[in-house]
C-alpha cells in the first residue's frame, strides 16, 4: 500500500546527502549511502497535513498545542507502552543541539561524561567542545559481530564517578537494539552510582523483526532518566527541526526548562510541530511497512555479500536503517577504502569516526533498486581491494 521503491526527488533540492557529494567526496555522481536519511518519500498523511498548513498561509510563532503533546504522548504509550503526561514532553529542535544543552546544564567543566564506543560521533563532539572529560566503555563484540555492553568495565567507570552517561539505543552504528534486561542494568548502574542517564532513543521505531525497543523511560528509575525521541529518522523529517524531551523528573525538567529559556532557545519550528503531530496520528502503519521494506532491504545485503563477498562481514541488524559492515579483511583503513568506494560510485560513512578502523557504516533507507546498484559498487571495489 505505501511506495517505497520510487525515489524521491533529492539531488539539486539541497539533501546534504546528494548536493554535497561532489563537495565532500569529490564525485557527484556516486551513489550515497551516507548521511542517516531517507530516499523514499514521508507518508502521505504527513505531506497532507504540511500542505494544508501551507494553505492556510500563516508561519507566525507557534507554541506545542496540547494536540500536538496528546500526539506525542499517544505514540509512546501505543508503540512503546510507556504511560507519558504531557508535562513531561519537553519539544526540541533537534537531538544533538539538545544533547549539546543538556550537557552542559547538567554537568560541569571537566566533570566525566561517558559514552559507548563505536557510537554515533557527535556523541563525543559535544561532550569535547564543553570542555567535558569523555569517558569510553568500549562495547565488546563477539565472533558474529554482534555487540554487547560491558557491565563490568561500566560499573568501574560509573563508580569513578561518572557525572552524566548517554546512551545510543537503539545503537548506531552496531545495529543493536538494547534488550530489556540491558537497559535495566545501565539504569540500575547510573541510579546506583548517581550518573544522570541520558537515552538517545532517536531510532527507537524502526526496529527489525523479534527485536523489540525497551525504554530506558521504563527501567524504573525515573529521576535520574532523560529520554531524547524524535520522528525524524522513522518519517525521514530531519530537516523540519522537531524532536522531543520526555523527562519524568520535575525537578531536571524544570533546571532544563530554565536553563534553555535562559539562553534563549526556541521550541521546534510551526511545520515540524504539524508533522510530528501528523506522524504520531496516522504513521503507525506507514512505519511497519517501512520496517518490513528495511527488512527486506538488509536481507538483500546479506545476499549480495554472502555471494559475492564472503569475507565482509555484517553485524545482524536489530534496529536503525544503518549496517555495519566490517572490511578489516582487505587490510585497508576506513578513510581509504571510503576514497576507493566514492571513486567505484557508492559513498558510505567511514568507521574511524565512530572509533573502529576498517569499518564502513551503509545507510539502506532507500528504494531496493538503489541499494542494489550501490551493492554492485562496493562488492566489486572491496574485491578488488582484497586482492
Ligand atoms: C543516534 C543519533 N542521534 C541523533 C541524530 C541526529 O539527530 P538530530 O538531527 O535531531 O540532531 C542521529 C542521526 O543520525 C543519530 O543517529
Redesign the pocket.
Known amino acids: 500500500m505505501y511506495d517505497f521503491d520510487t525515489p524521491a526527488p533529492r539531488a539539486g533540492s539541497g539533501a546534504i546527502k546528494w548536493d554535497l557529494r561532489a563537495s565532500v567526496f569529490g564525485n557527484g555522481d556516486a551513489l550515497p549511502f551516507w548521511?542517516?536519511d531517507s530516499d523514499y518519500m514521508s507518508p502521505p498523511e504527513v505531506t497532507e497535513a504540511l500542505r494544508d498548513a501551507a494553505a492556510r498561509c500563516v508561519f507566525g510563532y507557534t507554541a506545542p498545542t496540547e494536540g500536538y503533546k496528546r500526539a506525542v504522548a499517544g505514540w509512546i504509550g501505543s508503540r512503546h507502552g510507556w504511560d507519558v503526561s504531557p508535562e513531561q514532553i519537553v519539544p526540541s529542535t533537534?537531538?544533538?543541539?539538545?544533547?549539546a544543552a543538556i550537557v552542559r546544564c547538567f554537568t560541569a567543566p571537566g566533570d566525566k561524561v561517558l559514552i559507548q564506543t563505536p557510537v554515533?560521533d557527535?556523541f563525543a563532539d559535544v561532550v569535547k567542545a564543553a570542555g567535558r572529560t569523555l569517558v569510553e566503555n568500549p562495547l565488546l563484540c563477539d565472533g558474529s559481530l554482534r555487540y554487547t555492553m560491558d557491565f563490568d568495565d561500566l560499573e568501574r567507570d560509573l563508580r569513578s564517578g561518572v557525572r552524566m552517561m548517554i546512551l545510543?539505543s537503539p545503537h548506531?552504528p552496531v545495529g543493536r537494539v538494547w534488550t530489556q534486561a540491558e537497559v535495566r542494568r545501565v539504569a540500575e548502574l547510573c541510579a546506583a552510582w548517581g550518573t544522570i542517564l541520558v537515552s538517545?532513543e532517536?531510532?527507537w521505531d524502526i526496529l527489525m523483526p523479534g527485536h523489540p525497543h525497551f525504554t530506558a523511560g521504563l527501567a524504573g528509575t525515573p529521576e535520574n532518566v532523560i529520554v531524547?525521541t524524535?520522528p525524524?529518522?522513522t518519517f525521514n523529517l530531519?530537516g523540519l527541526?522537531c524532536?522531543n524531551d520526555i523527562i519524568p523528573d520535575p525537578a531536571l525538567r524544570r533546571r532544563l526548562t530554565e536553563w534553555k529559556q535562559a539562553r534563549r532557545l526556541e521550541s521546534p519550528n510551526s511545520l515540524g510541530l504539524i508533522a510530528c503531530e501528523a506522524a504520531y496520528t496516522h504513521g503507525a502503519g506507514w512505519c511497519d511497512a517501512q520496517n518490513a521494506y528495511l527488512a527486506g532491504n538488509a536481507a538483500l545485503v546479506r545476499e549480495r555479500l554472502a555471494a559475492g563477498l564472503p569475507a565482509a562481514r555484517t553485524a545482524p541488524l536489530e534496529g536503525?536503517y544503518?549496517m555495519w559492515l566490517d572490511a578489516s579483511f582487505t587490510g585497508l583503513g576506513s578513510l581509504e577504502l571510503c576514497r576507493r568506494l566514492n571513486a567505484a560510485g557508492a559513498i558510505l560513512n567511514d568507521g574511524k569516526r565512530y572509533g573502529a578502523e576498517g569499518f564502513l557504516r551503509l545507510n539502506i533507507a532507500c528504494p531496493r533498486a538503489q541499494l542494489d546498484r550501490g551493492l554492485s559498487a562496493v562488492v566489486g571495489c572491496l574485491r578488488g581491494a582484497a586482492e
Open positions: 548521511v542517516a533537534g537531538i544533538v543541539s539538545e544533547l554515533y557527535p545510543c548506531n538517545d532517536i531510532h531524547l524524535a525524524s529518522k530531519a527541526r524532536s536503525t544503518l
